[in-house]
């Protein structure tokens, strides 16, 4: 420390040390604070509405006392359609702002197919997931294996739960109602009531899945990829380590 300065100082040894040791670090700023807030809003809607939806598929055991002191499935369907108007209005939001926010906004809709360039992106993602190259490419944004999932495994699902869930919420509004109306035709589409119903649970199942290979695949690249992953959605800051 010099005193009168007030300036901390490293000594001889520790500055040789920074010099050979000390990795350099660049940072862009990738997500904007509408994308980030809707990540976790929408995960934690996500969340909502895997817990309840598998309780409502499975109910719980039956409960002693009176009928009227139990109202556990009906707190349980409350809080399943409370998500699906949370994760229907912000997925909304998130559409408008693909066309409002930075170029990075609508990676999520949109896939450069007949780009060679992507592909061998995606091959070379492919590559070190299956741990036969040592490191990672580098992207900004989305790696182009991440942003294919993003948009045939979310998106994808996000669009079929969305129009099957909203299906079946209209027979409890009835017939003649706002969701009868957009989405009463998904019914017959899929034959009957309770097949809707299973097409809907399989489509749980399918998010499920998407969601446990998203956290994985963001975990190993924070550690393994030299790149940051999850404190970026939270910073809105890509980090780089070379």
Avoid: C
Avoid at 10 to 26: M, N, Y
Avoid at 48 to 74: D, F, Q, R
Avoid at 149 to 172: D, P
Avoid at 195 to 221: C, S
Wanted: hydrophobic share 50%; net charge positive; charged share 15%.
């Amino acid at each position: 420390m010099d005193i009168e300065s007030g300036v901390t100082r490293l000594s001889p040894s520790d500055a040789e040390e920074v010099a050979q040791r000390a990795v350099v670090r660049r940072a862009v700023y990738v997500y904007e604070a509408p994308i980030r807030a809707w990540h976790w809003i929408n995960a934690a809607a996500v969340f909502v509405l895997m817990a309840t939806g598998y309780l409502i598929g499975k109910p719980l055991p039956s409960v002693g006392g009176e009928a009227s002191a139990n109202y556990v499935m009906g707190y349980i369907r409350f809080a399943h359609f409370a998500a699906a108007y949370v994760f229907a209005v912000g997925f909304i939001g998130r559409l408008y702002w693909a066309f409002a926010g930075n170029h990075h906004s609508h990676e999520l809709f949109t896939l450069p197919l007949f780009s060679r360039g992507y592909w061998r992106g995606v091959m070379g993602m492919v590559r070190w997931y299956l741990f036969i190259d040592p490191r990672p490419g580098q992207y900004v944004g989305h790696n182009p294996l991440a942003r294919l999932g993003m948009v045939t495994g979310f998106l994808a699902i996000t669009v079929f739960m969305f129009v099957t869930g909203f299906a079946l919420y209209s027979e409890g509004l009835g017939r003649g109602s706002w969701a009868d109306v957009m989405f009463g035709w998904v019914i017959p589409l899929f034959g009957q009531s309770q097949d809707l119903h299973t097409w809907h649970r399989l489509g749980m199942w399918g998010m499920v899945i998407f969601v446990l290979m998203h956290v994985y695949a963001a975990i190993r690249e924070d550690i393994m990829g030299r790149q940051s992953m999850v404190s970026t959605m939270i910073s809105g800051f890509r980090t780089f380590k070379d």
